[in-house]
């Protein structure tokens, strides 16, 4: 019973979290790519980071809290931008090799020994240079802890609960916006150009500009993404690598491509079920057949074969459609 | 039916004809190698266990020849100095018993006069149980005897130059291995594999699994590591890929299947051989000769331009490697003329995991080690390479892996080492900017 007990708890603690908000926004905008355009933005890791980088670098020289978000916001713009120019126009392989490489070319210019008064190189900038800024704008007590069942967290300091409530307030602000986009006009031309491009344009569409504008808005999304998960802990670039874009499309499969709550949930169920296996494992598989170390790297081992699983048995995930799949070729 | 009936009957013989080539390559090519001729004499031991952990490190200059009789300080957080001197080696080790930040430094007055060092001292988190590796760059050069070679400064300069464009060729070579792999998958069948990486992978880890804890021959172990790579492929597109093709699976969620699998892999590599590199060999051998490299790595380029010829042969002069370009260019032609897709695709997976399983092998052992993440940092060079030459054409990959690898060296002479990676994709997005088809292929294919 205790083993539950806390298992119930880790899971509880896991989906309170500031990171499953920050992954759960940026797969809302992966949804926005992939989901309902069918651009495969692999970089969305890039994204995250470069908003992250645009916002603590404005806060720390000095430029103020609301400053530091529209940097973040125009440095995604940017981004997408240089991105999708070549690339929009290419088949879907291409974007997809594109956005993972200039994904990387951020992370490793950005830990470049060259930038480190910049962006504090691999080591990164440290939360404390920028996360005053907003712990600024809490209408909560500014120190001291407050108590939710087993849920002990600060106030407004650190991973707090001010971070967690406008983490969460976010995600479904997003989710609101991405449901009344999708049932505008404009939502109805990105499914068409998902469903067949050629299509859209012989209606006389600017096929080119609407994936411009898709790619730019998820981006977007990435960006804040991007701000939230550093707000609780610190801008390191090989924290936003490779890895953390295939993760965000593991939750969006999972919750379901093309459907408004698939990332949500996607994200939720993907953090529950890695701390499961995790505890699990550290509970009945004895440490002489998998040490601590080795742990958290099944849970990942599963984590790969599951994405597998789920792509070839069900491709829409949870709450997706099969009708709407957004892998077409 | 009659062609149908020959491929069908070829490539049932000539399933293993690359591994077989590769090894008989390999087994020829054995009796050049100097397998221990410069084993190490007395080496300091340290190893790590609850209550140790080894700080250490090896002088090297730049041309890799041990620098002897340095002195080297370690200054724990608390407690006394100690000082230890290099030995013919170049290695240092000092066991310390307690978690800390140690400082590491090394006597400049005790180097051979001419040789330099940028930074003399380094502060390193130490844990216990681990081995806490402590790099110094040296600058300079001096011969085996410990002369120290006086160069003018534009005379280092082009050895320098001349030396980044050798390790270009080498790391090219070597991306071209792996690479002609991925483009002839994604010819073939036109699927982005993202689990190449770790296939290239696979080859350093099974290499380091039967040379380095198994102990067996250096040569006999990378044959059967190329072997058992091969099979992989074999397996992968029997049991995986194959029946995903019957499925009626498209592109994009192939592709996201490979990444599933590259993330399984990857932590799969992690879980069994840990976080550290792992080498299959411990053999430190010296540069020398007009590229100014190890003997392996002559080696390895060998090996590697041999079995590349061989692939471009078997592409061009076999009627097997014909009907594999043929399905390259169009499928549904190919079927319809009576070549057996499915076959030449099997054959296309166990050509592509075998080659990169060399690459792997050669990878490691031209590097000194390989680590669960090597093949990841590969794969966008690859991706850059094939791009480059032309997605889904077998020469444009060797092309596009020869100007990435250069590239990719050549760049540390201008940026530093941590950017060349970047480099590489920059050229990538370059490339796709001015030319989208690559330099050998066609407008067509990029609709």
């Not at chain 1, 960006?223 to 936003?240: C, E, K, N, R, T």
């Not at chain 2, 080696?89 to 006597?107: P, R």
């Not at chain 2, 492929?233 to 995903?244: A, E, S, T």
Request: glycine share 12%.
């Amino acid at each position: 019973m205790d083993f539950l007990n806390s298992l119930f708890t880790d899971f509880g603690a896991q989906i309170l979290t500031s990171g499953t908000a920050a992954f759960a926004i940026a797969a809302i905008g992966v949804n926005i790519h992939f989901g309902y355009t069918g651009l495969l933005n692999f970089g969305q890791a890039g994204f995250m980071l470069i908003g992250a980088y645009g916002f603590a670098i404005t806060i720390e020289s000095g430029g103020g809290f609301w400053l530091g978000v529209l940097m973040s916001l125009l440095a995604a713009v940017l981004f997408a931008l240089v991105l999708g120019i070549p690339t929009v126009k290419l088949r879907g392989d291409y974007l997809a090799i594109v956005t993972i490489a200039a994904a990387e070319i951020i992370r490793i210019v950005g830990g470049n020994a060259l930038l480190e008064p910049l962006t504090g190189g691999v080591a990164g900038i440290l939360g404390s240079q920028f996360q005053p800024a907003f712990q600024a704008l809490s209408f909560l007590p500014k120190t001291g802890t407050f108590t939710l069942g087993p849920y002990t967290y600060p106030y407004t300091e650190g991973d707090s609960w001010w971070l967690r409530i406008v983490g969460w307030s976010l995600v479904l602000i997003f989710c609101l916006i991405v449901w009344l986009l999708m049932r505008s006009p404009w939502g109805r031309v990105l499914r068409g150009i998902r469903e067949d491009e050629d299509a859209v344009r012989s209606l006389g569409k600017n096929v080119f500009a609407y994936k411009m504008q898709s790619l730019i808005l998820g981006g977007v999304l990435g960006a804040v993404g991007g701000d939230i998960f550093v707000l609780s802990s610190s801008v390191q670039p090989d924290s936003l690598g490779r890895t953390t874009t295939f993760l965000i499309y593991t939750c969006l499969l999972l919750g379901g491509a093309a459907s408004i709550f698939g990332p949500v949930l996607g994200a939720l169920l993907y953090f529950v079920l890695r701390i499961g296996i995790t505890d699990f494992a550290g509970q009945f598989i004895p440490s002489s057949i998998m040490n601590s170390q080795q742990i958290p790297q099944f849970a990942w081992i599963v984590v790969g074969v599951g994405l597998m699983l789920l792509v070839i048995f069900r491709p829409q995930g949870i709450l997706g459609n099969k009708k709407e799949l957004a892998f077409n070729d | 039916m009659h062609f149908s009936r020959l491929s069908r009957s070829r490539s049932g013989s000539k399933k293993w004809v690359l591994p077989t080539l590769v090894a008989l390559l390999l087994a020829f090519l054995a009796t050049f190698i100097p397998v221990g001729a410069t084993a190490s004499a007395a080496v300091p031991t340290c190893s790590p266990d609850a209550t140790t952990a080894c700080v250490r490190g090896t002088l090297l200059d730049d041309d890799s020849n041990a620098v002897a009789k340095v002195s080297v300080t370690l200054t724990p957080p608390t407690g006394p100095e100690e000082t230890e001197v290099t030995g013919s080696t170049g290695q240092w080790v000092f066991s310390v018993h307690e978690k800390g930040q140690y400082k590491v430094s090394v006597d400049t007055s005790t180097l051979p006069k001419g040789l330099k060092l940028a930074v003399a001292s380094k502060t390193l988190t130490v844990a216990l149980s681990s081995l806490a590796p402590a790099a110094f760059d040296i600058t300079g050069s001096q011969t085996s005897d410990g002369h120290v070679v006086q160069q003018s400064a534009t005379s280092l300069y082009l050895l320098r130059v001349w030396q980044q464009f050798a390790s270009g060729l080498r790391l090219g070579l070597l991306i071209a291995l792996a690479s002609i792999g991925l483009s002839l998958v994604y010819g073939t069948t036109g699927l982005s594999n993202f689990a190449h990486a770790e296939q290239v992978t696979l080859g350093g880890m099974l290499g380091f699994t039967f040379a380095g804890v198994l102990g067996l021959n250096l040569i006999v172990a990378s044959v059967i590591t190329v072997i058992l790579c091969a099979l992989t492929g074999y397996l992968q597109d029997k049991f995986i890929w194959g029946p995903l093709r019957k499925r009626g699976l498209g592109l994009n969620q192939l592709m996201i299947v490979t990444i599933g699998l590259s993330i399984a892999l990857e932590y799969t590599y992690q879980y069994f051989y840990g976080g550290q590199p792992v080498a299959m060999t411990g053999i430190i051998q010296q540069n020398t000769g007009p590229l100014y490299m190890t003997p392996i790595s002559y080696l390895s380029m060998a090996i590697a331009v041999v079995v590349l010829v061989a692939v471009g042969l078997f592409l061009l002069k076999t009627r097997i490697g014909r009907a594999t370009r043929a399905v390259s260019d169009n499928r549904a032609l190919a079927a319809a003329s009576g070549i057996d897709v499915d076959r030449i695709i099997r054959l296309v997976w166990i050509i592509s995991t075998g080659l990169a399983g060399l690459a792997g092998v050669l990878y490691s052992l031209v590097q000194g080690g390989m680590q669960w993440s090597t093949g990841l940092q590969l794969l966008l060079l690859m991706f850059a390479a094939v791009t480059l030459g032309g997605l889904g054409t077998a020469f444009g990959a060797l092309v596009g892996s020869m100007i990435i690898g250069v590239v990719v060296e050549m760049s540390n002479l201008v940026l530093s080492a941590d950017l060349k990676y970047a480099t590489a994709l920059v050229i990538l997005i370059l490339v796709l900017l001015v030319r989208p088809q690559g330099i050998l292929g066609r407008r067509e294919r990029i609709g």
